[in-house]
């Protein structure tokens, strides 16, 4: 089966693939026209009903069945996600496993979570009545799909969606949507009705038009803010889950285990090159340790290697395209005539956009305030627990944070007070397992993901109740 039979063709111009990397082309797919939402729809229509009437077990066994094509593929499919997204094929890899798993834990969804006995007799007036209730499909989910993650985060909508039954028009993201096809060619080819998932790649009319559309019952959204609030204005009367970015604080204290604070912390600052919305973008470090935890973490971004992805031994492939690289060092070009002070990087070629560490950047700086969604990260320091929590809190949304102590009090009391949706303990912020819920506070955060949350999201409940009386 090729990209263009896994969705509408329309006579627009195909959208071109190119690699993050070096610029050449990847590949090509058509494009979708806005124009024909009335066909996406009605073919979601006819897959939202095919998907509702296939037995748990039948959408479990697609998925585990998905999941192990996925697994003997999982060369090939790492080298889609190197070459357009420029991940490096060390990473590459363990997003494909991640997808593996997020398709069993789906599975492992559609067979247990069906519904509940209601305790009907367990107040006055109700003893004569017994039920339960199901979880039923909400019918079309619209999901939207970023480019950092281009195989697992689609993954993470489709996987939950078929569980629970429903129908999906799929819009991954123009620059990545190679990893996307794959995974459905994956599905389909485990057995589901081709309708049940309808691939539209475009920009953001037709975007416009899969949100807006009357019979969609919710809209699944991973990217940015901007988007994320157009995609308010125009849904209508429906389910929204977004998650949205953030700006993720680490807090070192002077009692932590030294060595794998400083290892975890380079990761999360610069996996993927710090397109990761929970990577380590602010570390902050007791004043007794913050000397030598800068010059340990400076030695160790300076070792990673930057550069082709597809080599084994780089540490930092490029971001996802030269105007991305540019943005970053623009910002850290503005930090940096602000105050903040360069310890290490601010180097660019073309794409690639070398580990970048600053101290003394001001607070009232975009860049402690923004998403970089770079590899740059921000050091620095404070004296007391409650001054580091402030300073982690200041961002108005925030999807996880960490803290590297061996105090179980101070641990506990920050994992409390940070505001946040995830609290890594002893961990980078950048840790997630795909079966936890995982989402924002504050500003703009909508639902859950994680596959069981998800899965709810897209299910409603339906009470079916006797009276024996």
């Known amino acids: 089966m090729t990209a263009a039979e896994l969705h509408i ?10 690699s993050p990397y070096d610029g050449s082309l990847i590949g090509s797919v058509d494009a979708t026209d806005a124009r024909e939402i009335n066909e996406l729809v009605a073919r979601a229509r006819h897959g939202a009903e095919l998907s509702r009437n296939l037995p748990r077990h039948l959408r479990a066994s697609i998925l585990e069945g998905a999941a192990k094509i996925i697994e003997s593929r999982r060369d090939a499919f790492a ?9 490096t094929i060390v990473q590459a890899r363990k997003e494909v496993h991640r997808c593996v798993n997020t398709l069993k834990l789906s599975a492992e969804e559609a067979r247990r979570n069906a519904g509940e006995v209601v305790p009907f007799d367990s107040y006055p ?10 979880r039923e499909p909400l019918g079309i989910i619209t999901a939207i799909t970023p480019y950092n993650d281009p195989l697992n985060l689609v ?9 629970g039954g429903n129908a999906v028009l799929l819009k991954p993201s123009e620059l990545t949507p190679l990893s996307a096809i794959q995974l459905v060619e994956a599905l389909r080819e485990a057995g589901l009705p081709r309708d049940v998932i309808t691939v539209a790649i475009g920009g953001k009319d037709l975007g416009e038009a899969l949100v807006s559309a009357r019979d969609v019952r919710m809209v699944s959204f991973t990217g940015g803010f901007a988007t994320g609030e157009a995609i308010s204005r125009s849904a209508g009367l429906k389910k929204l889950a977004m998650e949205l970015g953030g700006n ?3 807090i070192v204290m002077n009692d932590c285990d030294f060595e794998k604070a400083v290892e975890a912390c380079v990761s999360g600052a610069f996996w993927a090159a710090g397109q990761n919305c929970i990577g380590a973008q602010r570390i902050l470090i007791q004043a007794g340790l913050y000397d030598r935890f800068r010059d340990g973490f400076v030695e160790a971004a300076k070792k990673l290697k930057a550069g082709d992805p597809l080599r084994e031994d780089t540490d930092v492939g490029p971001m996802i395209s030269k105007q991305a690289a540019e943005r970053a060092e623009a910002a850290v070009n503005d930090a940096i005539a602000v105050g903040a002070r360069l310890l290490c ?19 009232t700086c975009r860049l402690w305030h923004e998403e970089v969604f770079a590899p740059v990260v921000m050091l620095a320091p404070f004296d007391t627990l409650d001054e580091a929590i402030d300073m982690a809190n200041d961002p108005e949304y925030s999807l ?13 009391e ?13 961990d980078s912020s950048d840790y997630r397992f795909d079966a936890m819920p995982f989402g924002g506070f504050k500003y703009g955060s909508m639902g859950r993901e994680g596959v069981r949350f998800a899965y709810e999201e897209m299910t409603q409940p339906k009470v079916v109740c006797f009276n024996r009386g």
């Open 9 to 18: 063709a329309t006579g627009l111009p195909p959208i071109s693939v190119y």
């Open 79 to 87: 080298k889609t996600i190197v070459l357009e997204a420029g991940k």
């Open 125 to 134: 007036g109700s003893e004569h009545r017994q039920g339960w209730f199901t």
């Open 155 to 163: 993954a993470h909508k489709l996987g939950p969606a078929i569980a």
């Open 248 to 250: 993720a604080p680490v």
């Open 345 to 363: 990087g601010d180097s660019r070629e073309g794409s690639l956009y070398h580990p970048t560490v600053l101290e003394g950047t001001p607070a």
């Open 400 to 412: 996880h944070a960490g803290i590297f102590t061996n105090n179980l009090a101070d641990a506990l």
């Open 414 to 426: 920050a994992a409390g007070r940070i505001e946040a949706g995830g609290v890594m303990i002893n």
